[in-house]
């Protein structure tokens, strides 16, 4: 019978009300009732607890154990934290296929089952043994914690390396490593963006971001935590003494042959540390310009700017819209051309072979305007700057592309013509924007259908009047499927807006322009926007009209 069967019977039988003290009075009086040789009443403190133990597993229908009798196994010990058999007094007896039996001195506490069936991923079942045989066996077999002794020590630094150390160890533990890296694992298998641990007030949740959406995967005991970011900290090369302040790493693991790279940030809140790891898998994430999802008309416009041999092109957008990708997908295509191209970054978020890439660190004042000034010592043919956030960083592109680069970079504006207005918010010269700006590419990433559950979507007559769209025209969406996992989602697209820089959008570009005149002109020479390249999306069933909406430009 499993503990959890058990303790059924044990509420059915006296009451979900009773407490575990008057069980246990009732028991001890129904077994001298019963039993042809009574418990005396001077029997040793030994001897009652002992016998207390076996009348509460006779009652629970789980078997009784004398630790000292069993013989342990080394490898069924190392699936159990030490600190999580210390603080909990069990000890683990045997394992087969999906069950690990445990012996425990209080069978009636249900979070350890799940703690230790999330740790070690079998269904615990419970065998009952008196807490000082308990004691004994911990000790014995995981070893004398210093805690266990009354030592007092005066100098707080030895307090601080001593917990170090302890938190070192809960991360170094073999369940908390297996429990961590099959996170990772099943993360990377479900083609997660990102992995949240949000901390609650009772428990720790445990979350996926995929295809931009953010769901729940299970939740663990609260009392995990400290060993689980140890062991993120210890992979992320940060200080797992430190926390009370927010702290950035990153690793990098192998799976499936393939090289995930993780950005990782762990955030001290009131419950408990938060963590978010961001994964940044190469084979997923470097696609060529043919996969981005450009017109055959943009497509082309998109290559013959990168075929230039000087001038800035911009990729701008939110957080989390794509730019990274399509700007790799543009080093992929310019470093068909056999030149010498440089990168300057914050972070690095893919190594790709023939390129030198170069990490910002500001903490030693090494920022991008920095590094541009000494990376044209180096002979670039292309520099791609990871983000112009500044004059300096600006001027020094525009600088760069009239000299003889081409350089690449992301600026954050909502959509195309803005970046054209943020430069000159930033102090840049309308000649010189005028003499080096190729082009700029806004973009967004939207969710697509899925293709095996497509039904008629119905739409709400507010966003048909914000689209301008007549009444019945139909578009459809997924309702979730086995293929899509219930969720109607086929992976994600861009959907985007391409700025040509010509002659007479040059026209345009003066100190005072308004955004609005750089769209309308553009507009003219056959720009499709954003919203309108989205709506098509739509109408030929790709994307749901929902999604029109949420990333329409107004």
Known sequence: MSSSDGKKKYEESNGKEDTFSKFLVSAIAAKRTTSVAPVPLDDSLEFSEEQTQRILAERLGLPFIKLSDHQFDELVLALVPADFARSHNIIPLSVNKTHMQVAMAE?????????????????????????????????????????????????????????????????????????????????????????????NAKNVELLYRVDGNLSII?????????????????????????????????????????????RISVMPTVEGESVVLRLLNAEVGLKDVSELGFSHHDEVLFKDILHKNHGVFLVTGPTGSGKSTTLYAALAEVKKQNVNILTVEDPVEYHMEGIQQIQINHTIGYTFARALRNILRHDPD????????????????????????????????NDAPGAVTRLLEMGIEPYLLNGSLLGV???????????????????????????????????????????????????RMAVYELLCVNDDIKQVIKADVDACDIYKQAKQQGLVTLTDNALMRAKSKEISLAEVYRVRLD
């Open 107 to 199: 069978p009636m506490q249900q979070e350890v089952y799940q703690s230790l069936s999330f740790i070690t991923g079998f269904t615990i079942d419970a065998a009952v043994a008196t807490l000082k045989d308990m004691q004994w066996a911990v000790n014995h077999y995981y070893g004398i914690q210093s805690d266990d002794f009354d030592t007092v020590t005066e100098d707080s630094n030895e307090a601080l390396i001593e917990e170090m150390h302890e938190l070192e160890r809960l991360g170094s533990e073999r369940p908390i490593v297996r429990l961590v890296s099959m996170v990772l694992r099943d993360a990377i298998e479900r083609q997660a963006s990102d992995i949240h641990l949000r901390p």
């Open 382 to 413: 292309v520099i791609l700057i990871g983000e112009i956030r500044d004059h300096e960083t600006a001027n020094i592109a525009v600088e760069s592309a009239l000299t003889g680069h081409l350089v690449l970079s992301t600026l954050h504006t």
């Open 441 to 491: 590419l806004a973009q967004r990433l939207v969710k697509k259908n899925c293709p095996n559950c497509l039904e008629i979507e119905p739409v709400d007559i507010m966003i048909r009047q914000a689209l301008n769209l007549e009444g019945d025209e139909v578009f459809y969406h997924g309702v979730g499927c086995d293929h899509c996992h219930q969720t109607g989602i086929d992976g």
């Open 218 to 262: 299970r939740s663990f005991s609260k009392a995990l935590l400290p060993a689980i970011v140890s062991r993120i900290k210890i992979l992320g090369g940060m200080n797992i003494a430190e926390r009370r302040m927010p702290q950035d790493g990153r690793s990098c693991v192998r799976t499936n042959g393939s090289v995930v790279d993780l």
